[in-house]
């Protein structure tokens, strides 16, 4: 069982990849719990960022992106971070899935998760980033967690949960989503459907 | 085993200069370029087919028909035949014809073509590029092995009593090749069919058409025209020649920085390492072309693209004269080594005819 985690921050250490972890935590304890502890794996977008920039000019990844599109496509959950810029998820974040086959991430839970300056960008994940794995036909966790700069150094209150409720709630659902899961479903053979096709048209 | 080259046909400007030729001149260019690939030994010319600027191939047949007059051993083909915006009535037609005048030495290669546009200029729908692919292809087949063709489906008008002509010469269809990079139904429309499969490989990795290659391979066996090394496969390859390695790199490098497809991407040296592409001194060439045997087995085409991203015709001819002379005898000689003697060649007119006329006796 492997859970990958993509993380598009730019700065090293950056805050983007900090939510990464703690969210990766939260997944990971939950699945063991239920006794199912996964492998986790990071994504580093920034280290990847010319890989991706070549892959849209030729339409092959270098053997690097090409090593991370398949530990996406044969995950069984992902945990997805973006910063927030310009009102949406970076350019970068886009890209990579951009390059991505777009069945890849068919079916597949994914934890989608912000971060940005202040609270105001929160509703991003709701009308950028979640259309967008919707778009991929991921099944996309009820909690999306957003944490601005301010979140790191507050609790909740009596109306929202502070950011380790969020991060502890998101994980158990993404958690749940992974463990019902049936384990190494075969995909449909392209090739023999085509064969079957192939048979009712041919003539001679 | 077959060598030759490729050609887009694309105008481009040359980076160095600035200059972009004429279509006229990029026209006259191809042709030029298509006789001395006869006069330095080749064996096969093939052109593509587009319909949209900067390119100039829209219509192969008119060229090939050109080139065949003016020639005698080699072979015309295309790179590729568009299967999914032709009507497969007139590639039926247009391809008997040009066999007729160039006595047999003709082949062709499918493709999709992968400019969404060209679909709805041709009437067409890109979301329906493969089943195109497929019922043109089936149709075109009877128009060529039956005389008279009786036949309804989705995406043309039916034909009742219908006749295509000239018909093929000696009743033998060109022997077809379907090209793809990246689509595996494709690999499995050559395997179904028995007919060759081309892996345009330049601007891919080497396990990707590794992979491509040997699913063909796999299927051609499996519907049961012979064992996987009975296949038919061609591949592309891109190549820069000077004596010194360096001069070549220099030379070439502003024509990659610029090139329309792959420019202002990876760098020369990255491009080189990941893909085919060979920019150096002809035994580079020569070592790397062979090493394409360790991936995909004993092959039967080897085309190479020479004329592109607006490399002068003088600089294009001086190529053809490496490949020819330094480049081909070499590889024909390497080739044919370790190469089991029932390893089949490319079929030609000549060897398709031979095997109509075995089975009709």
Redesign the interface.
């Known amino acids: 069982m492997k859970l990958i985690v993509v993380s598009a921050g730019l700065s090293t250490p950056s805050s983007t990849r900090l939510l990464a972890d703690r969210l990766a935590e939260a997944a990971r304890d939950e699945l063991t719990a239920r006794g199912r502890t996964p492998s986790t794996e990071v994504v580093e977008l920034r280290e990847l960022a010319g890989d991706i920039?070549?892959h849209?000019?030729?339409?092959?990844p270098?053997?690097r992106l090409g090593a991370a599109i398949d530990a996406v496509t044969e995950a069984d959950g992902l945990i997805v971070v973006t910063p927030v810029f310009a009102a949406s998820y970076s350019g970068l974040f886009k890209s990579f899935f951009d390059v991505i086959d777009p069945d890849a991430l068919s079916g597949k839970p994914v934890l989608i998760a912000a971060t940005g300056g202040t609270a105001r960008h929160s509703l991003a994940l709701e009308h950028a980033v979640r259309p967008l794995f919707a778009h991929l036909r991921a099944v996309v966790v009820p909690t999306a967690v957003f944490a601005a700069s301010e979140d790191w150094g507050s609790g909740g209150d009596a109306y929202t949960d502070g950011l380790p409720g969020r991060v502890r709630r998101a994980g158990a659902e993404l958690a749940a989503l992974v463990a019902a899961r049936p384990v190494g479903a075969e995909p449909e053979d392209?090739?023999t459907v085509?064969?079957r096709?192939?048979a009712d048209?041919?003539?001679? | 085993m077959q060598f030759g080259i490729f050609t887009v046909g694309d105008v481009t400007p040359d980076p160095t200069n600035g200059r972009t030729p004429t279509e006229h001149e990029r026209i006259k260019a191809m042709v030029a370029i298509a006789l001395k690939a006869e006069e330095v030994g080749l064996d096969v010319f093939a052109t593509g087919e587009h319909h949209n600027p900067p390119f100039v191939p829209s219509s192969p047949t008119t060229m090939l028909g050109h080139i065949a007059a003016r020639t005698e051993k080699l072979i015309l083909s295309t790179s590729t035949t568009l299967i999914t915006t032709n009507d497969p009535v007139k590639i039926a037609e247009d391809y008997a014809m040009l066999q007729h005048l160039a006595d047999g030495r003709v082949d062709l290669m499918l493709g999709r073509g992968n400019t969404g546009p060209v679909y709805p200029w041709f009437g067409q729908d890109i979301r329906q590029g493969i089943n195109l692919a497929?019922?043109n292809y089936?149709l075109l087949?009877?128009l060529w092995?039956e005389d008279v063709v009786d036949w309804e489906g989705t995406f043309r008008t039916p034909l009742q009593a219908f006749v295509s002509t000239p018909r093929p010469l000696d009743g033998v269809p060109p022997f077809v090749w379907h090209g793809s990079i990246r689509s595996?139904?494709i690999a499995?429309?050559a395997a179904?069919y028995g007919d060759g499969f081309f892996h345009n490989n330049i601007?891919?990795?080497a396990d990707?058409t590794r992979r491509m290659v040997q699913?063909y391979r796999r299927?051609f066996a499996h519907h049961g025209h012979g064992r996987p090394e009975d296949a038919v496969v061609g591949l592309g390859g891109q190549v820069f020649m000077r004596k010194n390695s360096q001069d070549a790199v220099r030379e070439f490098r502003p024509y990659f920085d610029n090139a329309p497809?792959?420019?202002?991407?990876?760098s020369l040296e990255?491009?080189t390492e990941?893909?085919p592409l060979t920019v150096g001194s002809p035994q580079q060439v020569i070592e790397r072309t062979l090493s394409f045997r360790e991936g995909v087995g004993d092959y039967q085409r080897q085309l190479f693209l020479m004329d592109h991203a607006g490399l002068p015709l003088k600089t294009v001819l001086e190529q053809l004269d490496i490949l020819g002379e330094e480049v081909v005898p070499v590889l024909r000689r390497e080739f044919a080594k370790g190469r089991p003697a029932d390893v089949p060649e490319a079929p030609t007119h000549a060897s398709l005819r031979a095997v109509r006329e075995v089975s009709a006796a």
């Not at chain 1, 849209?56 to 092959?60: I, M, Q, R």
């Not at chain 2, 497809?261 to 990876?266: A, F, K």
């Open positions: 920039a070549n849209l000019v030729t339409g092959f270098p053997p392209d090739v085509l064969e096709q192939l048209l041919r003539f001679d | 497929k019922e089936s087949r009877r092995r595996p139904e499995e429309q179904y601007f891919w990795p990707h699913l299927r497809v792959y420019g202002h991407g990876p990255e491009f990941q893909t």
